[in-house]
C-alpha cells in the first residue's frame, strides 16, 4: 500500500508529524504509523500547559496489536489537545492528518522543524520498506 502525506508536514523517523501555521504546530502521527498499529482502541496525551522536549515520549497510543510511545517532534508546550480522539481513537484512524490530529503545541524553537524529513523524503522511505 502506498501512502500519501501532506506536502507542507514534516516527519519524525518514529513516524510523529509536525505541520506548523507561523504560530503553533499541530503534532500527531502519520497514516503509515495508524496502518501499521491496527485498530486503535486507547489514546493517551499529556495536560494543555505540559512541556514538550524534542525526541521525549508525550503518550501513548494503544491498538489491539501492540502499546506504542509518541515521540515529540519539537520542544513546546502544549496549547490544546484533541479531546475528540481521546473519546473516539477511531478519529486517529479515519483522518489522521486532518481531524485525527493529537496536540496543538506552541514551539519554542520554530527552527526544529528543519530536522525532520519532508514528506517527500518520509514518503520514499516509508514506501521502500
Not at 45 to 66: H, I, M, N, W, Y
Amino acid at each position: 500500500m502506498a501512502f500519501e502525506f501532506p506536502a507542507s508536514y514534516r516527519f519524525a523517523d518514529s513516524h510523529e508529524y509536525a505541520h506548523f501555521d507561523g504560530e503553533l504546530m499541530k503534532v500527531g502521527i502519520s497514516a503509515f504509523a495508524v496502518d501499521q498499529l491496527g485498530d486503535i482502541v486507547f489514546v493517551d496525551l499529556p495536560q494543555v500547559g505540559s512541556t514538550l522536549d524534542r525526541g521525549s515520549s508525550f503518550g501513548s497510543v494503544e491498538s489491539v496489536k501492540a502499546v506504542e510511545e509518541m515521540y515529540a517532534p519539537v520542544d513546546g508546550e502544549v496549547v490544546q489537545r484533541n479531546e475528540a480522539v481521546l473519546v473516539s481513537p477511531e478519529e486517529l484512524q479515519n483522518d489522521p492528518h486532518g481531524e485525527g490530529w493529537l496536540l496543538l503545541v506552541r514551539p519554542s524553537n520554530p527552527t526544529q522543524l528543519e530536522n525532520l524529513l519532508d514528506s517527500s523524503t518520509y514518503s520514499a522511505r516509508i514506501n521502500a520498506n
